[in-house]
């Protein structure tokens, strides 16, 4: 037990419930179906990142550096850090909101952005004591989140009958397509493969033994599936309250992270507890795991793909450089703009959209060859779901970034550079999957 805790925070950071709040204030509890396939989704492709891991006693952005030409491996690398970073910035604007909400309003986002930073810092510190220790802190804050968005589900009263037609009945709208696709989207996130392959290698495992590494898969199988069953049910949860509060109303598609619980007050008060506080602490638990997940896969991607050999302090500093400077300069620019902050997690979702294909494609791969897994590669039925759950948010994602792109397009000089960009995109795609296949 404990890498899978470290990898589920991917499911319920900041950009993750966003979309469900989003897809609960306009779609209802229809979505809620498509939430528990994406998750499963998610889940097998975790699997695969685990089993990467435990056969080759390697983590994905180290086999990436050795599978693939030195030009390929330079472009795999950058795509990961953009994903990275564009995630980090969302991340931490959750938390410097969340931190907003408790001081009420005292500290600005700059400031919450600052303190984001720095306690990600004394967080990360604690693997000097031991992986356990830092796994049980990720333990400690997704209990929070469970028990904080467990106690708004039950202050809100949703309907029960409700709840399962909502998880049992596929329902899709035209008008909520795009909540669906964000839903679908944000379950993957590129850098949580590169994490969870390297997390696994934190117990001994013999890669000569046969035995011990089946079973070892057989457990951390187990283990992956019961550390997601709490984020999907946070999530659930999340969707469920949004749904009950403001489906069919006017605010329904005003409601983003900025401005959520400023409408959740409105709407349901608390008594005891001010059901904007729950919220603020439960998004500042989502914020703080998730930013230092974030920067601790940030060091495996960049020492993976570049083969850097820095003290871990080091490259712990540079890699949540990259992320926190650009987030300073947004916050600072964002400040005081709600609709601001709103395009730009727009703009923020697509980049890591764009960047799906190149995490998944890579571990399709290598999991799919003999020379690489040897007598652990995945069987041809495997094959086939592991193609087809990587392939599933490649085409969402595609969707989305077509609607995207063709609501944002400007005159012919924008379009041309556009389109030359797109098709060197899906060149590297095509590369990828036949190079793979």
Not at 276 to 288: E, F, S
Request: one cysteine or more.
């Amino acid at each position: 037990m404990g890498p899978g805790y470290l990898m589920s925070i991917a499911f319920v950071d900041p950009g993750n419930i966003e979309g469900d709040l989003q897809a609960g204030a306009t779609a209802g509890g229809s979505l809620l179906w498509l939430l528990l396939w994406s998750t499963a989704m998610g889940l097998l492709v975790q699997l695969l990142a685990a089993r990467l891991g435990v056969a080759t006693g390697r983590h994905l952005a180290e086999l990436c550096r050795d599978e693939y030409p030195d030009w390929a491996r330079r472009a795999l690398w950058l795509m990961a850090e953009v994903a990275l970073v564009s995630a980090d910035i969302q991340e931490v604007i959750g938390s410097a909101i969340a931190i907003k909400i408790l001081s009420h309003g005292l500290l600005p986002i700059w400031a919450g952005v600052v303190i984001t930073a720095l306690d990600c810092f004394v967080f990360l510190s604690l693997e000097n004591y031991g992986v356990r220790k830092l796994e049980a802190l990720f333990a400690v804050l997704i209990t929070t989140m469970a028990c904080t968005f467990a106690w708004m589900f039950v202050e809100t009263k949703p309907r029960g009958k409700d709840l399962i037609i909502g998880l049992l009945v596929p329902k899709l709208e035209s008008k909520t397509i795009k909540q669906a696709v964000g839903l679908v989207g944000s379950v993957t996130t590129p850098h949580n493969v590169f994490l969870h392959s390297a997390l696994v290698q934190s117990r001994k495992i013999d890669q000569e033994n046969e035995y011990e590494v089946r079973e070892a898969l057989r457990y951390y199988s187990i283990e992956s599936t019961m550390a997601l069953v709490v984020p999907f049910m946070i999530n659930l949860f999340v969707t469920t309250v949004f749904a009950k509060g403001f489906y069919g109303t006017k605010e329904a598609d005003n409601i983003g992270l900025e401005n959520a619980g400023k409408y959740l007050h409105k709407k349901f008060g608390g008594d005891f507890f001010p059901i904007l506080y729950i919220w603020g602490v439960g998004l500042l638990a989502a914020g703080t795991s998730s930013t230092i997940t974030g920067t601790y896969a940030g060091q495996f991607i960049m020492g993976g793909f570049l083969n850097w050999r820095v003290k871990k302090w080091l490259r712990a500093l540079i890699t949540r450089s990259f992320a926190i400077v650009p987030t300073i300069i947004v916050a600072l620019y964002f400040n005081t703009s709600d609709s601001a902050l709103d395009v730009l997690n727009e703009w923020l979702n697509v980049l890591q959209s764009i960047q799906i294909p190149f995490s998944l494609i890579p571990l399709v791969t290598l999991v799919s060859k003999e020379e690489v897994m040897g007598v652990f590669k995945i069987g041809p039925v495997t094959k086939i779901a592991s193609w087809t759950a990587a392939s599933v948010p490649i085409v969402i994602n595609s969707y989305m970034l077509l609607d995207f792109f063709s609501s944002e397009s400007g005159g012919l000089l924008s379009t041309s550079a556009l389109s030359v960009a797109m098709f060197a995109y899906t060149m590297f795609i095509l590369y990828l999957i036949f190079r793979g296949t």
